[in-house]
């Protein structure tokens, strides 16, 4: 299957439509807002702990910090590759929870049991197992990171078949989640399939998050993210939705095409 997501076929028109121009502005305003917040960061005593913090505090071997367009580039990478992905992933777990009533009652069961909640939230996550579950279920059928690419950088060959170098490589990770030959039933919603029990060495199969050298930085500040909300909101609502089919959007990211959803209170 291809997919339309690597629009590199579609360059000219988008030339053409200012598309690129577009977006290409829209970036430079983005870099020069990320820049005044550095700045704002950097001039201030405040120390906060967090990201942005051990980024300005990095020091390369010779003992100099990164360069500013670097820190800027480090940072809107860190919020583009974080944001939209987990977000894609919440979006198509509420659909899949609003079209399985019975999974989404799983999960507020769980929440209901919970014995540990002495504000450790660590604790508390690493109790919503079935939660985690639904999650990596629906990003096995969802992957938000549905393709990975990468250029050959030097003439191979793979199997027999040779790979010039300079080749644009594209791995489906979103068939490969759902191929007869790994997964049995590859189009159900079965959460079940990641419980301690039936869980099997699944590192062949599944990379919702890659894998590698390049693997997700933020892979397991994800899932922490993605628990707490869904527990949240699974906790205070019953969601439900009219859709019959969840449709996708495969663009950079892979997306559902539509969420309607109706969240009525418990
Ligand atoms: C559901 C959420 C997420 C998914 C599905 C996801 C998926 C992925 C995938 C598949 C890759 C590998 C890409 C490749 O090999 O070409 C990747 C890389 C990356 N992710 Fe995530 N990601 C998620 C959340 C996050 C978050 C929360 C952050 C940061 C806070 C983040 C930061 C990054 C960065 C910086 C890389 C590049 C790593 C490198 O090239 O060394 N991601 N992600």
Redesign the pocket.
Known sequence: MFFGGWLTYLKWWFHLNGSIKKHLNLTKDAQNLLHEIIEERRNSEQEKDD?LDMLLQARYEDGSPMPQKQLIDEVM??FT???E??S??LSFMLLLLAKHPDIQEKIYQELSNINIHNGDIMQYVLQLQYTKQCIEET?RLY???FI???ISIMDDDYKGKKINEGTLLLLS?YEVHKHPDFWESPEEFNPDRFSPKNKKDYSHQY?????????????N??MY??ILTIAEIVKKYRVTTPLEKIKINPLITLKPKEVPLNFTER
């Not at 990379?207 to 892979?219: Q, T």
């Open positions: 990201l990478i860190l590759a974080g944001h992905t987990t894609n992933a990003m992957p938000p990171g990975m690419d990468r990770i990379y919702p998050f890659g894998a590698g050298p390049r693997m997700c930085v933020g892979n500040f994800a993210e993605m």
